[in-house]
């Protein structure tokens, strides 16, 4: 008797005085030359919070990072990463926590970012950020804050302005302070009557 050979992935099926060969399950093709894995990740989806991943002749389906198996089979739910983990936006600087499909999230506080990989608010460098200070303004970032400073040889609040000592800006606002001055000490000394 002749041994009948059929391609690869596919199998002999025994009909009344012949034979027939068949792609397996999950293969298809011609069943005498190539049977070639069927990617049903291309075809179907896997359920909400799922991942699919082709194998030869099936697939199989897993929860997507940030979910877990539900109560029911094939079906995953959304970890709340606010209530799971220990200390989710650090354990200080923070104001709350906010939980996302597959993720969370952390409101910081002012002059703080959250950093979901470390899992913390952490400070943010101003002095990296373009236009923090002024121009000629020296920035000094700190935990949660930073600051402007002038140089030696220039005047300003560092915030808006750093002038060069002597200049016109510098000068007038000089005066300004000192009309203010002026102002304020002749108010003082008008005897009011009420
Ligand atoms: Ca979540
Ligand atoms: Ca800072």
Redesign the pocket.
Known sequence: MNKVTCANNAKCANTRGSFRCECEKGFHGNPSKACEDVDECKLMDCGYGQNCTNTPGSFVCSCLKGFHPGHKPGLCTDIDECKTIKSPCGSYNYLSCENKPGTYSCRCNM??TFNINRRKCE?????NEKFTCAENAECS??????SCICPNGYSGDGDNFCDVNGSPSIEAAKAWNLLLVILTSVLLLIPWKM
Do not use: F, V
């Open positions: 002059g703080y400070d943010i460098d101003e002095c970032n700190a935990d949660g804050s930073y």
